[in-house]
T-cell receptor, first 111, second 109 residues
């Protein structure tokens, strides 16, 4: 079964810090995604990667960057964390147009 | 851009009741997805369908392409069905999904 692992379930950081969220998948999937989920807004795509070193902006990329140096790992970076980036962050992976497999999420609080 | 709307936003029912959650979308799609999110965050894919009906256990998903509408039904609901159910759409050649805002279902014993 596909396993998507996010490095932390809960994370607390301070305003202005550089924050790294890590995601690893074990099924050699081409596609990887980072979403944030906020009450009343649903899941919104931050960034998408369809291959190593390839990335594409999603709907809300401002304040974020990503890195995909290896196929199995997709990192989300908050360059200078702000309180409005407090949210649930979800990573997902997929092969082609098949259903996405999600990690358990990271609940990030920026103080 | 596709708009995906779900109804109701919240639904509370007694154990054993038949549950229906609705999803409508604004433009043509290649597939519609139903996802389930339990408290704690993890999301699992329940169905991916492009026409007709699919069934898995007590869950049934239907889609009407002409009306741009899909329904998720749960028969003989159980407290363990309590979760957020999310509808999402995709287009051919596009791996990205467009999500609805979810329906929070609570089943009372």
């Amino acid at each position: 079964d596909v396993k998507v692992t996010q490095s932390s379930r809960y994370l607390v950081k301070r305003t202005g810090e550089k924050v790294f969220l890590e995601c690893v998948q074990d099924m050699d999937h081409e596609n990887m995604f980072w979403y944030r989920q906020d009450p009343g807004l649903g899941l919104r795509l931050i960034y998408f990667s369809y291959d190593v070193k390839m990335k594409e902006k999603g709907d809300i990329p401002e304040g974020y960057s990503v890195s995909r140096e290896k196929k199995e790992r997709f990192s989300l970076i908050l360059e200078s964390a702000s309180t409005n980036q407090t949210s649930m962050y979800l990573c997902a992976s997929s092969q082609g147009v098949q259903p996405q497999h999600f990690g358990d999420g990271t609940r990030l609080s920026i103080l | 851009k596709n708009e995906v709307e779900q109804s109701p936003q919240n639904l509370t029912a007694q154990e054993g009741e038949f549950i229906t959650i609705n999803c409508s979308y604004s433009v043509g799609i290649s597939a519609l997805h139903w996802l389930q999110q339990h408290p704690g965050g993890g999301i699992v894919s329940l169905f991916m369908l492009s026409s007709g009906k699919k069934k898995h256990g007590r869950l049934i998903a239907t889609i009407n392409i002409q009306e741009k509408h899909s329904s998720l039904h749960i028969t003989a609901s159980h407290p363990r069905d309590s979760a957020v159910y999310i509808c999402a759409t995709s287009n051919f050649g596009n791996e990205k999904l467009t999500f609805g805002t979810g329906t929070r279902l609570t089943i009372i014993p």
